[in-house]
């Protein structure tokens, strides 16, 4: 389910870049790498052990936003055939070797440890690792073997797992595909390297789309936010999701689940969790639907609300934005000999694990050793073992300046798209009063934004009302109402 919201700014105004500016330094956001972990990078790029098992006769494409050189993950599917009939699929899914080149300990796990994940916003990144792993040596760019973490999983014909395995090999990925570039190929029927894995992939997301219903999951389309600058000011865009990249999503999400099954069952290992919506929460997202002007039956859940979203719409992807709230409860639960209390992850329906991004998230790469082990039935590694304690605590402070990343990042683009319009008046709804119903949040329905808001008389909670921009301020990054 993702959970990340990709913001670029296409803009060069003063006011911008020194509002991002301040964002990085407030937050105390990692700056360029020290010398040593650039120079323990390169060594660990050059000395790299590569694995026994060679898998390079498997043609794994990679499917990326345009221009990404942290390529984490390779994909190959083909049809599993038993007596001359086709009964599912067989998915190889490669997983760059992080630790091929990090070692517990060395300037690099240590800088990785201190960042927690790439920070993303703005149009830039912030890695997690050096580029010389992150966007050479241990990326898996076409046409160069590379170390990996080689999932197997098997599908029947429904799209249900049947077997699920991971082992270290050699890879080779033989072509490099854009979201943009693989929607096209699908949707033309261009042939090419690797049109007939992407169409399998068409098969396969579909059928797991089909699964995820089933179960009662969700997958939070996320659109990617812009925002541009032209003569009349700064105008916010969204770019919804291609269904190439919900997809691809699928089989991320499928190996998730099938690390998890695999931790689970040795009961080591640690987990992605998040417990039930809380009631109020999803109360509070009927009212910011009502103020979208989107129907949300009372008696449709929210699951079903959510897949009857429109992405092509801007107040509905809006409300997938808003629908984020509910992911605020989630966390890592590292176990080893006994199960956590809770180990499912509410919106996927499922025991969920991360592992697929192991370049760009630091917890990927011990859960990843663990499921090796898992499956090689050899002992987890004692340095995974003496890091499982701490590292939910790790992840959660890093997930925490992400998230406040994001936010600040948000609340400039807002302040800039509004700044030319203080005094105008908007329709909107107020989602949420404060114990003295004087102050509360407003959702606009023309803009997607929702801010605080103050009256003299009680707050309408709930209601449609008609609010005043009082403050708009690129500089502190606010933005305020009022209802007159």
């Not at 670029?8 to 010398?35: M, Y």
């Not at 201190?114 to 580029?131: D, K, V, W």
């Not at 689970?264 to 109020?280: F, N």
């Not at 030319?420 to 329709?427: A, H, L, N, S």
Request: overall charge negative.
């Amino acid at each position: 389910m993702p959970s990340n919201l990709v913001v670029r700014v296409k803009a060069s105004s003063p006011e911008i870049q020194e509002g991002l500016a301040a964002i990085a330094a407030e937050l105390d956001l990692p700056e360029e790498f020290p010398a040593e972990v650039t120079a323990a990078a390169e060594r660990a790029a050059a000395e790299v052990v590569l694995p026994d098992l060679d898998r390079t006769d498997l043609p794994f494409l990679t499917i990326d936003p345009a221009g990404s050189m942290d390529l984490d993950q390779a994909l190959h599917i083909e049809r599993d055939r038993r007596g001359g009939e086709d009964v599912g699929y067989v998915i190889h899914y490669a997983i760059a070797d992080v630790a091929a080149f990090v070692r517990p300990g060395d300037p690099v796990d240590v800088e990785a440890n201190r960042r927690g994940e790439t920070l993303y916003g703005a149009g830039t990144r912030i890695p997690l690792h050096p580029p010389a792993l992150s966007e050479a040596a241990a990326s898996l760019l076409p046409d160069v073997v590379r170390p990996a973490l080689l999932w197997t999983i098997r599908l029947d014909a429904e799209g249900t797992t049947t077997d699920v395995r991971v082992e270290r090999a050699r890879v080779r990925s033989t072509s490099r595909w854009s979201y943009v570039d693989a929607q096209a190929a699908l949707d033309d029927g261009t042939a090419g390297p690797g049109v007939e894995v992407l169409q399998l992939l068409r098969e396969v997301g579909r059928l797991r789309e089909r699964q995820e219903v089933a179960r009662g999951g969700i997958s939070l389309p996320l659109p990617e936010q812009e925002v541009d600058e032209a003569d009349d000011g700064f105008h916010l865009v969204f770019r919804e999701q291609l269904p190439v990249e919900l997809w691809n999503a699928q089989i991320s999400l499928l190996t998730g689940m099938g690390a998890a099954s695999l931790m689970v069952g040795a009961k080591v290992g640690m987990l992605r969790t998040l417990p039930p919506a809380d009631p109020r929460d999803v109360a509070r997202l009927r009212r910011v639907a009502k103020g979208l002007r989107i129907s949300w039956p009372q008696d449709m859940d929210y699951p079903d609300f959510v897949r009857s979203l429109d992405p092509t719409l801007s107040q509905h992807q809006a409300m997938v934005v808003a629908c984020t709230r509910l992911l605020r409860g989630s966390g890592y639960a590292a176990f080893d000999g006994e199960l956590p209390e809770q180990t499912r992850h509410s919106a996927i329906a499922a025991e969920y694990a991360h592992v697929t991004a192991p370049l760009r998230r630091l917890g990927d790469r011990y859960a990843g050793e663990v499921c090796v082990a898992i499956c090689a039935g050899t002992p987890v590694p004692d340095w995974v073992v003496a890091a499982l304690p701490g590292l939910p605590k790790i992840l959660q402070d890093s997930a925490r300046r992400a998230g406040s990343y994001e936010r600040a990042v948000l609340d400039l683009i807002e302040a800039a798209v509004l700044a030319d319009r203080v005094g105008k008046e908007f329709d909107g709804v107020v989602t949420s009063v404060r114990d003295d119903e004087t102050a509360g949040v407003v959702v606009l329905a023309e803009v997607g934004v929702e801010a605080p808001v103050t009256s003299a008389q009680p707050l309408p909670l709930g209601e449609d009302v008609t609010v005043t921009l009082a403050t708009a301020d690129i500089a502190t990054r606010k933005v305020a109402f009022t209802l007159p």
